[in-house]
Structures are given as structure tokens and as C-alpha cells.
């Protein structure tokens, strides 16, 4: 697997404890960014993308971590792009768009470089994968994890909503964006990704 660095950036704000008037801890945010862009295997291996988190602290907010992904692909229904926390469960952000058969191949809309997704549990929003053709692309938005089926090959990736797979977690750690390409004849990258605790989301 080649991989070609344009630039790696992981840093974190310091975090520290504050109370407020009522005696409440309240953590301070958290950015972190891994932009190595990483090539996707055509029908190949999973590639991960690591950012590290040291504050031993856990999630109390889910709804205050945001997960924010830049891809390119040339056939969005080909690709899994999961989220996976330190302790090694996963959930996915985006499964095969469109695909409603073990055989089927999905959207074959455009994911570009351009269009953040980010995905946090307050978004209602899916992405919209119906009638899409080979020159449209996925647009940049606020989105909830977005997928097929949970019976639909691969059946080990699951959607799940975010509120659920992040509460209550321990966030120190090696957390991945891992990305997968389960059809032929199409290719993209990782472009990067980027973590954020927004204030009082860990205690």
C-alpha cells in the first residue's frame, strides 16, 4: 500500500478540570487532527488513521464530539469508514451507500476532497444517496452515520447511532478513522480527519 504524506498535524489543547458556580467539572475542548492522506486499496485491505488522546477522562456529553471525515472516491457505494475508539469497538460513519443486496453495488456518486462530512449525535441528517449518478457528489453537510442495511455485506460493520457508541467512554487512547473499499474498479483516499471535544463534553 503506498502512502503518500501531505502533512500530519495531531494536536490537542491542553485539557484541564473547572468548576463552575455550581461545583460542576467541566473539561476544556479538545482538537485533533490526522491529515496524512492515505490511499484506499481498490477491493482491498482496511486503512487506519490514528490520533492519539491522553486525557484520562471519559465521555459525559456525547452530543459535544464531533467527527469530521475529508474523503475522495469515485464510487461512494464501494466504501466503510468507521469510527474506532481506544477500546477497540467500532461503529461506522458511512456504510455502502445504497447498497441493498449482498451482491449490490450502491451509489456510485462522487465523494471530493472538498466536502467535509461531519458527523455529531444531535444531527438528524442523512446522507442522500438516492438516484445519484457517476457525476454527482456527495455534498458537504452535518450528518448522522449513514448506511445500509446491518444484514448487508460486510455484516461485522454496524451503524449505530453516535449518542450510544460514545457514551460513557474513556477517551485516552488510540482512536482511528478506518476506511475500506469493498468494490472494483474505482479509487480515492483518506484525506484526513479531525476529533473535537468541545467544552464539558469529558468529565
Known sequence: ???RILSLLICAFSICSCSN?????KSEPILASNLALIQIPDAGD????????????????????????????????DLT??????DGTATALIKRLRVISVNGYGSAANFIAANALSFNSENEALIAYEGLVTTDVIPAGD??????????TPQSVVVQPLDEFLANKNVNGQWNIRVQDFGNADIG??????LEFAAGALE
Not at 458556580?21 to 467539572?25: A, F, I, N, P, T
Not at 469508514?81 to 481506544?86: C, I, K, M, T
Not at 483516499?189 to 479531525?194: E, F
Request: proline share 6%; net charge negative; aromatic share 4%.
Open 46 to 77: 482496511a486503512i487506519n488513521s490514528p490520533i492519539q488522546i491522553t486525557q484520562l477522562m471519559r465521555i459525559k456529553d456525547p452530543s459535544k464530539v464531533t467527527v469530521v471525515v475529508n474523503l475522495e472516491h469515485t464510487f461512494c457505494g
Open 143 to 152: 450528518y448522522a452515520p449513514t448506511g445500509a442495511a446491518q444484514d448487508i
Open 189 to 194: 483516499s483518506l484525506i484526513g480527519w479531525r
Open 21 to 25: 458556580d455550581d461545583g460542576d467539572r
Open 81 to 86: 469508514v468507521e469510527l474506532v475508539a481506544p
Open 1 to 3: 500500500m503506498k502512502i
